[in-house]
């Protein structure tokens, strides 16, 4: 399997610029989560799937942020408008129901700057 | 509120030593708890995990211990290596699928 596969890997945009970000999970995992990573909240759980519904955006920072999962084998994470302080590198992760005891498998990131 | 704390940033030890490092949690809930690591431009990956039910769970070089009544979880690698220098995140769930990380540190092992 080829893990998870995240696009684009780096991302530079203006402010006020729309952004997508892609994550196509593991075949066969029914969860799916959107993290972002900071200095200052190291990993924080933005949003996150299960069989395709979402189930908690509690971690959605601004309305300006959104996310979708149209089928078992595809996400997006949109913002729109864009800000500098939006500057992250954004992580999905899949995993089967549960945790187990390996956790969820990490894509390789989006570094997203914005400017 | 940061529910999973690290709060050491960054720690350097010399290969062959053990490294230590430290996680607290705030919330009772939790019954599962992991380490991750991560090296530069890849994502996390899964190092090691632990179930309230236990206080100790080691393989190979890393056991992580973990004291319920202090809140706190550690993991410690013996010998350290200079491929263990990555950041290391803690990680806890309370029975759902949600995982909450921690700020991470850093941990930097010279020869």
């Known amino acids: 399997d080829a893990g998870v596969i995240q696009s684009p890997r780096h991302e530079v945009t203006e402010m006020g610029q729309e952004v997508t970000l892609r994550c196509k999970p593991i075949s066969g995992h029914n969860s799916l989560f959107w993290y972002r990573q900071t200095m200052m909240r190291g990993l924080e759980l933005l949003i996150y799937?299960?069989?395709?519904?979402?189930?908690?955006d509690s971690g959605m920072p601004e309305d300006r942020f959104s996310a979708k999962m149209p089928n078992a084998s595809f996400s997006t994470l949109k913002i729109q408008p864009s800000e500098p302080r939006d500057s992250a590198v954004y992580f999905c992760?899949?995993?089967?129901?549960?945790?187990?005891?390996?956790?969820?498998?990490f894509g390789s990131g989006t570094r997203l700057t914005v400017v | 509120d940061q529910q999973v704390k690290q709060n050491s940033p960054s720690l350097s030890v010399q290969e062959g030593r053990i490294s230590i490092l430290n996680c607290d949690y705030t919330?009772?809930?939790?019954?599962?708890f992991l380490w991750y690591k991560k090296y530069p431009a890849e994502g996390p990956t899964f190092l090691i995990s632990i179930s309230s039910i236990k206080d100790k769970n080691e393989d190979g070089r890393f056991t992580v211990f973990l004291n319920k009544s202090a809140k706190h979880l550690s993991l410690h690698i013996v010998p350290s290596q200079p491929g263990d220098s990555a950041v290391y995140f803690c990680a806890a769930s309370a029975s759902t699928d949600k995982l909450i990380f921690g700020t991470g540190t850093r941990l930097q092992v010279f020869p």
């Open positions: 919330n009772s809930m939790f019954d599962y």
């Open positions: 799937f299960n069989n395709n519904v979402p189930i908690d």
């Open positions: 992760a899949s995993s089967l129901p549960g945790i187990t005891n390996y956790g969820y498998t």
